[in-house]
């Protein structure tokens, strides 16, 4: 049987022939894999069951990213939901994409697979007339933050002990241009 190293350099050898990952839809078979993910890579765990409405109400921006081998080895995930707020104008109300998590396995990190999610699942949530993409993300995690000020997201405010151990959140968001 081979090592996590032998894995992970076959891996790197596959990235260098373009056959990495592969992104894909989640189905309901990837949850409990997306869920050991979370919990490793991530302080803030869910219930199974808050995966599986994600996945009912959202599945199109609920995306993995997966070994090309493999399908059912799971590297990374995706969720996104809807918030419904008043407009700031108006008693309107509008759709804001929340990022709710995104995560990617210690071992496969730095390889592009968590801007390949983004990337992917933000025009599927877009497809539900949102005026911007908001995420929190901890002020210590600058790995994630830089992640997203690539994509252009802005730091909007900082949300203070929005965290159960007391961490202040950055409150990001990317604001869609109006055709
Ligand atoms: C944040 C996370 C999802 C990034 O995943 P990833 O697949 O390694 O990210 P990518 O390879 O797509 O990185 C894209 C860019 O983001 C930035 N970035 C990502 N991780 C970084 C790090 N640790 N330090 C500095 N910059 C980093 C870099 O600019 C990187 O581009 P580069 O590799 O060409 O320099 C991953 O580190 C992770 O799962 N962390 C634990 C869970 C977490 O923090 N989730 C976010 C919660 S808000």
Redesign the pocket.
């Known amino acids: 049987m081979g090592t996590d190293k032998d894995t992970r350099s076959s891996f790197f050898n596959k990235r260098n022939n373009q056959l990495t990952f592969s992104i894909r839809r989640c189905t309901f078979d990837d949850l409990e894999k997306v869920k050991d993910v979370n919990e490793k ?2 302080p803030e765990d869910y219930p199974f069951f808050f995966y599986k409405s994600i996945l009912d109400n959202f599945p199109e921006s609920f995306l993995v990213a997966c070994s090309k081998d493999d399908p059912n080895h799971i590297l ?1 995930y995706v969720m996104w939901r809807i918030e419904r707020i008043p407009s700031k104008n108006s008693l309107r109300l509008i759709n804001k994409g929340h990022l709710v ?4 396995s210690e071992s496969y ?7 390949a999610l983004l990337s992917k699942s933000m025009p599927e949530i877009l497809k539900r007339n949102i005026t911007e993409y908001v ?1 929190e ?1 901890r002020v210590s ?4 933050v ?2 997203y000020k ?1 994509l252009d997201y802005k730091v909007e405010e900082i949300k203070k002990k929005y965290y159960k151990d007391g961490e202040n959140a950055n409150y990001m968001i990317l604001t869609i241009q109006e055709e």
């Open positions: 890579e991530l990374g998590s995104i995560a990617v990190r730095r390889l592009g697979i968590a801007s995420l993300v995690n600058l790995g994630a830089n992640l690539n």
